[in-house]
């Protein structure tokens, strides 16, 4: 990914394991993405958590140190995975067989699209919006509904998290 250029970005669980499905880790998802956010290292035009994947659509401002922040956003999530699976006994099944790991939380190589122009920027936005409420997941009946998104904020302006910037402004 580039700096300064909107992008389709999806990280998923290793293992497709549904880590994501209570709320304390979707909070430290929600912690990072705000910290990144009002550090302005991120501007993100939408978002949903779901239980094993994340869906954003998001431009990189500037990197984090040496780093990109979708890189800061994966290291500091899967830190504060193994300190909270550490305490509840749980951490093994994340045990990595790579030499540069002990463990592994998010799949390599996440995937990211660049976002080229406004049609295919609504469509993935309706995409992100719509995925709880696929007969898979089943999470709620309409998007709006779904608390872990930015659906209600483009409905109606709420943004429980104060993540979200409308893709307009």
């Not at 998923?12 to 990072?32: M, P, Q, Y």
């Not at 956010?37 to 990189?60: D, E, R, T």
């Not at 122009?117 to 609504?122: H, L, M, N, S, V």
Request: contains cysteine.
């Amino acid at each position: 990914m580039e700096l300064h250029s909107c992008y389709f970005f999806t990280v998923t669980i290793n293992g497709f394991r549904h880590l994501l499905t209570g709320d304390h880790f979707k909070k430290i998802v929600i912690s990072s993405l705000q910290f990144l956010v009002n550090n302005k290292s991120v501007s993100i035009y939408g978002f949903v958590i779901m239980p094993n994947h994340i869906h954003l659509l998001w431009m990189m401002n500037k990197l984090r140190g040496n780093e990109m922040p979708s890189a800061s956003f994966t290291k500091f999530t899967a830190h504060q995975f193994k300190n909270h699976l550490f305490h509840s006994g749980n951490l093994e099944i994340y045990q990595s067989c790579k030499q540069d790991r002990k463990y592994q939380f998010w799949k390599r190589d996440p995937l990211a699209i660049l976002i080229s122009t406004e049609k295919i920027f609504w469509s993935k936005l309706d995409y992100i919006h719509n995925n709880p409420t696929k007969e898979k997941w089943g999470l709620c009946s309409i998007p709006e509904d779904y608390r872990w998104s930015s659906a209600k904020f483009y409905r109606d302006g709420f943004d429980e998290f104060s993540i979200v910037t409308h893709y307009k402004d």
